[in-house]
């Protein structure tokens, strides 16, 4: 799987499924290897991932992340198998715990993440021996399949390699995400996580941060969308934690963020300065950076201009 240098980030809801399906073929056309996405309270994520795939021949559909707690590992398991047929291998999954708010806001009792996340990927490993999209169960019956392990120790069954990248925030969970996943996927993170984080990985892991630009001049307006884009996210323990972990104080936090840690998790300003915070995270040991290009005059919908550049 090639995710090349730069994918995209961005979050689809909002956006009518026939305009999707023009813009996913626009990034690809402007060379991005990826296509992110989160799962919110809106699109499916695997549904999504199957309109992006279908109409597009070569970028990689990624789950940005994808809640454990939603979905039992047998339908993570037949998705993952079903997307990379269907595709020819660009699906890659992305699996994150969550926060405690959501999981327990839906019933379910959040369990220790390192653990949890371990118990998911084993169970997700053995559902695999019992999934085949190949195969008529018809006529050939239910029969345990091959499964074996590919490129950073990747589940490989029929239909090739099933590669998976964590939401990892935490140095804990970022080991983890190297010893039982191929990679990390950290969200709202600066160039100083993407540092120690690639220490932590070893040379040879995905390393995928996302990184937010807003292609103006105005100031006010790039923190203005900044603080109503990270303001919820100040408010999560996991984020909270890692930010003060990377040098920024509790005073960084209040009145929807200070000034440098948004300018930070939004970077603004001309086409030099917005390649310039995308390039950080490559410099500080990423090999590829999911990038959310925030349009200022309507924030809902990426930037095709600043992708273009960043692109370029």
Known sequence: MDLKKHGVFFFNEGIPAAELKTLVRQFERMGYGA???PEAVGREP?????????????LVAATGIVNIYNRDPMVSAMGQQTLAEMSGGRFLLGLGVSHRFFVEARGHTYGKPLQTMRNYIAALRQCHTGVSVSKSLLV??????????GQLGAIRTEVGELPIVLAALGPKMVALAGEIGQGAHPYNTTPVHTARARQILGPDAWLCPAQRVCLTHDARRARQIGRQFVGFYLGLPN????????GYTEADFE?????RLIDQLIGWGDETKIRGYVQAHLDAGANHVCVQAVDPDDPARPC?????????
């Open 239 to 246: 984020y909270r934690n890692m930010l003060l972990d990377c």
């Open 304 to 312: 095709l201009k600043a992708l273009e550049i960043i692109a370029g």
């Open 35 to 37: 296509v992110w996405f």
């Open 140 to 149: 050939e019956g239910l029969s345990p399949q091959n499964v074996g392990s």
């Open 46 to 58: 695997f549904a999504t991932a199957a309109l992006i795939l279908e109409n597009t021949e070569h």
């Open 255 to 259: 009145n929807g963020g200070s000034d």
